[in-house]
């Protein structure tokens, strides 16, 4: 058990459930983001949602299509002279407004504009899977702490109230000792034409996508970090959407305290569901991570109670992501899912991929 760890991610709960507003009572504007990106979760997900922040601002988007940027920057109060290409991106050194960058592009694309975020001088918030190798995550981490600037990376759960309230009720022994987390995250993946299932873009198939989900869950379900993973994968070569990426794969990881987490990613259904076993009980999730409707049930025996959690700390898990960032920039405090985070989800992910290439158990 990495109880260092353990113990950043619980006193950082505290500052996330710390009442809005208390971590920044010295700042005097909200801090400005340039969304780099405009596609389905940077302009249809992330940009509705700065209404909903107390200490977030959109103030410039990156974009490829400068049409496409004018119409979004003219709904929302974004003026033209912050509207960047990919090309001349690095020019968003000599805008103060830019506090900090969201990178919201295809993953093989997150290394690359997070370096050069961090070398302009903004602190940096990026999609998750963080990149497509450790060697690139270990890159982007390097050139944050170089320019001394933040990396979060979007794992939007721990803002989000069904979630929250599940690793606390984990953490305080609602379902005992923990032994088995069961995750399965998936969705029907379509048209072979996109970049998700194009290698050089994703880096690989379901894992880098909502795979993602159920290895973070059994991270953050367990508080452990696993020690060995065993996978395999399951694709149909012969469809055409899976000839560079893998649709189905599915891995077990091994906890030190003898847990064992079940997980599993597919691009051929749609599945939404974690599950914790514990010597006492159980924690449901179903659906788990969605943006909204999740649902929860905790108990025994078949005494399963439907639990309505908390509200979360801010309006919406996003707009709670978006602020956390913000404040962590504020008062200088890490962010609880720094790039280092990002960086042990995709050793993990390594081995996921090499032990379903390999046939055998990888150590970690
Ligand atoms: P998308 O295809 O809808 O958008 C990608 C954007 O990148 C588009 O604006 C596109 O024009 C731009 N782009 C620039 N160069 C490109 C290139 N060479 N090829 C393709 N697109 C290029 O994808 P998306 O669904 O918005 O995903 C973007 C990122 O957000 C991914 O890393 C994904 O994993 C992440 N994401 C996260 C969540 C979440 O819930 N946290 C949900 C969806 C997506």
């Given at each position: 058990m990495d109880i260092g760890r353990r113990d950043v991610l619980l006193g950082s709960a505290a500052l996330l459930l710390a009442p809005a507003g208390s971590a920044c009572a010295a700042t005097e504007r909200p801090l400005g983001y340039a969304i780099v990106g405009l596609g389905y979760y940077g302009?249809?997900?992330?940009?509705?949602?700065f209404v909903n922040c107390e200490h977030s601002r959109l103030v410039a988007l990156v974009s490829g299509d400068r049409a496409k940027a004018q119409r979004v920057a003219r709904a929302h109060g974004v003026?033209?002279?912050a509207i960047y290409s990919y090309a001349d991106f690095?020019?968003?050194?000599?805008?103060?407004?830019?506090?900090i960058v969201y990178v919201c592009l295809p993953n093989g694309m997150h290394a690359e504009y997070t370096i050069r975020a961090a070398r302009a001088g903004k602190h940096v918030l990026c999609e998750k899977p963080m990149a497509i190798s450790v060697a690139e995550c270990e890159a982007m981490i390097t050139a944050c702490r170089k320019a001394d600037r933040k990396l979060m990376i979007g794992y939007r759960c721990h803002f989000e109230a069904h979630n929250l309230e599940a690793m606390r009720l984990a953490r305080s022994g609602a379902a005992g000792k923990i032994r088995y987390v069961r995750s399965e995250h998936g969705f029907v993946q379509g048209d072979p034409s996109k970049w998700r299932l194009k290698r050089a873009l994703s880096g690989g198939g379901s894992l880098m996508d909502m795979g993602i989900y159920s290895l973070q869950a059994a991270r953050y379900m367990t508080g452990e970090e696993p020690v060995a993973v065993t996978a395999r994968e399951s694709t149909d070569r012969r469809d055409p959407r899976f000839s560079e990426v893998e649709d189905m794969i599915e891995w077990t990881l091994e906890f030190p305290s003898g847990a064992i987490a079940g997980c599993q990613s597919m691009y051929s259904a749609n599945q939404n569901h974690i599950l914790l076993m514990g010597d006492a009980g159980r924690i449901e999730l179903e659906?788990?991570?969605?943006?909204?409707g999740n649902q929860m049930w905790v108990g025994k025996d078949g005494r399963e109670r439907k639990i309505t959690p908390p509200p979360g700390p801010a309006k919406t898990q996003f707009a709670g992501q978006l602020d956390h960032m913000a404040q962590s920039v504020m008062t200088g405090r890490q962010p609880i899912v720094s790039g280092e985070e990002g960086l042990r989800d995709m050793r993990i992910v390594e081995a996921i991929y090499r032990s379903a290439r390999e046939g055998r158990t990888i150590k970690l």
């Amino acid at each position: 058990m990495d109880i260092g760890r353990r113990d950043v991610l619980l006193g950082s709960a505290a500052l996330l459930l710390a009442p809005a507003g208390s971590a920044c009572a010295a700042t005097e504007r909200p801090l400005g983001y340039a969304i780099v990106g405009l596609g389905y979760y940077g302009l249809d997900v992330i940009i509705p949602q700065f209404v909903n922040c107390e200490h977030s601002r959109l103030v410039a988007l990156v974009s490829g299509d400068r049409a496409k940027a004018q119409r979004v920057a003219r709904a929302h109060g974004v003026p033209e002279r912050a509207i960047y290409s990919y090309a001349d991106f690095d020019k968003i050194r000599d805008n103060p407004e830019i506090d900090i960058v969201y990178v919201c592009l295809p993953n093989g694309m997150h290394a690359e504009y997070t370096i050069r975020a961090a070398r302009a001088g903004k602190h940096v918030l990026c999609e998750k899977p963080m990149a497509i190798s450790v060697a690139e995550c270990e890159a982007m981490i390097t050139a944050c702490r170089k320019a001394d600037r933040k990396l979060m990376i979007g794992y939007r759960c721990h803002f989000e109230a069904h979630n929250l309230e599940a690793m606390r009720l984990a953490r305080s022994g609602a379902a005992g000792k923990i032994r088995y987390v069961r995750s399965e995250h998936g969705f029907v993946q379509g048209d072979p034409s996109k970049w998700r299932l194009k290698r050089a873009l994703s880096g690989g198939g379901s894992l880098m996508d909502m795979g993602i989900y159920s290895l973070q869950a059994a991270r953050y379900m367990t508080g452990e970090e696993p020690v060995a993973v065993t996978a395999r994968e399951s694709t149909d070569r012969r469809d055409p959407r899976f000839s560079e990426v893998e649709d189905m794969i599915e891995w077990t990881l091994e906890f030190p305290s003898g847990a064992i987490a079940g997980c599993q990613s597919m691009y051929s259904a749609n599945q939404n569901h974690i599950l914790l076993m514990g010597d006492a009980g159980r924690i449901e999730l179903e659906p788990a991570t969605r943006y909204d409707g999740n649902q929860m049930w905790v108990g025994k025996d078949g005494r399963e109670r439907k639990i309505t959690p908390p509200p979360g700390p801010a309006k919406t898990q996003f707009a709670g992501q978006l602020d956390h960032m913000a404040q962590s920039v504020m008062t200088g405090r890490q962010p609880i899912v720094s790039g280092e985070e990002g960086l042990r989800d995709m050793r993990i992910v390594e081995a996921i991929y090499r032990s379903a290439r390999e046939g055998r158990t990888i150590k970690l």
